[in-house]
């Protein structure tokens, strides 16, 4: 459309900043003063790498020449550039890269294995925070500098000037489908002590930054969910860069009519229905949810749990002093759990399952509690559930419990390969009375 009448050719200069990329076939070249014929074929692809200061402050001239090399015309493009990133800890290092050889990576996939990529995400099933009822997921609030350790870091980054910002927004947002099995804390800028404000979770789908533009913000995020039947532990996050609808300022519409409607480009982004703008860019990281690692008997012990029961024949008296002397020598951690804990409920091993959460920041063991639900039913809760160490159970939905639901009859294999295949953290086993 900036093309005059009569023009033949063209070339194109860019302020230091800018990167000009001339895309045209193989039979067409440019003339030996650096001019390119008016062919359809041709494309100009501008790209920059540098945040602008101000705005406008990168400039691309088009000069348009008719046949004879005469100048007939001159187009300006003016280019603004900001900086939006969504970073997570992709490498598995333990640290989170705003920036570096990572920046061209692809953050919204995940793959599995020791060179994979793809953030871990912990199920924050401890219970760090003093008077807590029950886990630390349960709290929509952050108690203690410990209940951090549990979750995910997720920065922010916003960079550019201060008039662009006050014209789009950013906005961070997750999936409705993932919003139920998350919860996401913005760190508060200038406050002592800092706060940490819940932002994004299962009755949260969005929220606007209100600082954008001023570099990294901070997000804990945290896993209110493990992987399970129709949960594949995968979650996502997304930030947009959003333009505003058109508000009236200093007396004149912004943009103004007479401005083209082509430089602004439209996708198919997903966004929450309440969101307030249209997307422009829209920066995508994928978290999966660690699984419950069951662990094996061929492990280290690091504590036994024991049950006493000292009632006439059923007394394990003998066996408790035989263990002490082992453990001694094992030098490993006994703990024994008192009658009235137990309500006489010796079978230990059919009621708790013991294993672990990792992800490359934090490891920290997880009990998992049986639907059995005999007298050892609330020991786990109320006994063993604490500061870095998790709990989890489950209940059968709309199912009597059975021999099965035991997890006597639950256990793990040591590592080992079948026909080929390595299993490094062990097969699952499960047993039932014979003959079923």
Not at 175 to 186: C, G, L, T, Y
Not at 338 to 354: A, K, M
Not at 393 to 407: A, I, M, Q, Y
Request: aromatic share 10%; proline share 10%; with cysteine.
């Amino acid at each position: 459309r900036s093309t005059p009448r009569g023009a033949a050719s063209f070339d194109v200069h860019a302020t230091p900043a800018v990167t000009v990329h001339v895309i045209h076939s193989p039979a067409t070249k440019p003339s030996l003063d650096s001019r390119w014929p008016l062919d359809p074929d041709i494309e100009v692809v501008v790209t920059i790498d540098v945040t602008s200061r101000i705005v406008d402050d990168n400039q691309v001239k088009i000069s348009y020449y008719d046949r004879e090399g005469r100048e007939l015309a001159v187009a300006w493009l003016y280019l603004t550039c900001v900086e939006v990133s969504l970073d997570v800890d992709w490498s598995r290092s333990g640290r989170v890269k705003s920036k570096g050889k990572d920046k061209d990576k692809d953050k919204a996939k995940w793959t599995w294995g020791p060179d994979g990529q793809g953030a871990v995400l912990l199920v924050n099933c401890d219970r760090d925070s003093p008077g807590a009822g029950g886990t630390d997921s349960g709290q929509a609030d952050v108690r203690t500098p410990a209940d951090l350790q549990d979750m995910s870091v997720m920065l922010l980054r916003t960079l550019g000037p201060s008039a662009v910002f006050a014209e789009y927004r950013v906005v961070l947002h997750v999936p409705e489908s993932d919003a139920d099995k998350v919860r996401v804390f913005h760190a508060a800028r200038g406050d002592a002590p800092p706060l940490y404000k819940p932002v994004l979770g299962p009755d949260k789908l969005s929220y606007v930054l209100d600082r954008a533009g001023h570099g990294d913000s901070t997000f804990y995020v945290e896993g209110l969910a493990f992987p399970d039947s129709g949960f594949s532990g995968l979650v996502s996050f997304s930030a947009s860069l959003l333009e505003v609808p058109h508000k009236v300022r200093g007396g004149r519409a912004h943009p103004s009519p007479e401005e083209p409607p082509w430089w602004r480009p439209r996708a198919p982004f997903w966004l929450p229905q309440d969101s307030p703008g249209t997307p422009i860019f829209t920066d995508t990281v994928v978290f999966r949810v660690a699984p419950w690692i069951m662990t094996p008997n061929t492990q280290p012990p690091l504590e036994v749990f024991v049950c006493s029961i000292k009632q006439g024949s059923d007394s394990n008296e003998a066996f408790l002093e035989g263990l002490r002397a082992l453990l001694r020598k094992a030098n490993c951690k006994l703990t024994v759990c008192s009658e009235p804990d137990t309500r006489s409920d010796r079978w230990i091993q059919d009621e708790l399952e013991f294993g672990y959460v990792e992800a490359p920041h934090k490891t920290f063991p997880v009990v998992f509690d049986s639907p059995r639900n005999r007298g050892l039913k609330d020991f786990a809760f109320k006994k063993i559930l604490g500061p870095d160490f998790g709990y989890v159970t489950r209940e059968p939905p709309g199912k009597s419990v059975t021999s099965l639901d035991s997890f006597g009859n639950l256990d793990v294999s040591p590592p080992v390969t079948v026909r080929g295949k390595e299993y490094p953290l062990g097969r699952i086993l499960i047993g039932s009375p014979l003959p079923w």
